[in-house]
T-cell receptor, first 115, second 111 residues
């Protein structure tokens, strides 16, 4: 079974802090994704990566950056956390099929609260 | 922008009944996927249907796709209390390898 793990289930940070959310997958997937999920808004894509050191902006990249130094690890960074970044953060990974989007496998999520 | 939109937003049924959820989308797709999310957890992939397929089955799940109407439906037969969850459809933006998720249908199955 594909396993996607996220570094924390719950996280509480203060406004202005630098926050790192880490995601690790064990199935040698090329693609990795970071979403945030908010009530009434569904899942929104923040960033994704299709290879080591490659990244692409999603729909809402403002206030976030990412890092992918190894294939299995994709980090989401909040340079200076703000209260409007309080949310559930979901990481996912998928194979690169070359022609279309494959199944995405999700981690359990990190519920981040910024005070 | 939202591509897939689920309908209804919430659905409550008795155990043993069938549950039907619908998804509409706006642009051409390569495939459409359905995911389930139990409360406060990550999403789990249920089924993928490609644009050249019309119907697909997996256990108690039946998915249909009508590309002319840009819509899909997910049918769960003989529902169980454990099916209580939110269900999301996701469509791929052409050529982007990204999925766009709808806001989900919240299904409650009453024992």
């Amino acid at each position: 079974d594909v396993k996607v793990t996220q570094s924390s289930r719950y996280l509480v940070k203060r406004t202005g802090e630098k926050v790192f959310l880490e995601c690790v997958q064990d199935m040698d997937h090329e693609n990795m994704f970071w979403y945030r999920q908010d009530p009434g808004l569904g899942l929104r894509l923040i960033y994704f990566s299709y290879d080591v050191k490659m990244k692409e902006k999603g729909d809402i990249p403002e206030g976030y950056s990412v890092s992918r130094e190894k294939k299995e690890r994709f980090s989401l960074i909040l340079e200076s956390a703000s209260t409007n970044q309080t949310s559930m953060y979901l990481c996912a990974s998928s194979l690169f099929s070359g022609t279309s989007t494959d199944t995405q496998y999700f981690g359990p999520g990190t519920r981040l609260t910024v005070l | 922008s939202q591509q897939g939109e689920e309908d209804p937003q919430a659905l409550s049924i008795q155990e043993g009944e069938n549950a039907t959820m619908n998804c509409s989308y706006k642009t051409s797709i390569n495939n459409l996927q359905w995911y389930r999310q139990n409360s406060g957890r990550g999403l789990v992939h249920l089924i993928l249907i490609r644009s050249n397929e019309r119907e697909k089955h997996s256990g108690r799940l039946r998915v249909t796709l009508d590309t002319s109407k840009k819509s899909s439906s997910l049918l769960i037969t003989a529902s169980r209390a454990a099916d209580t969850a939110s269900y999301f459809c996701a469509t791929e933006r052409a050529g982007s390898y990204q999925l766009t998720f709808g806001k989900g249908t919240k299904l409650s199955v009453i024992p």
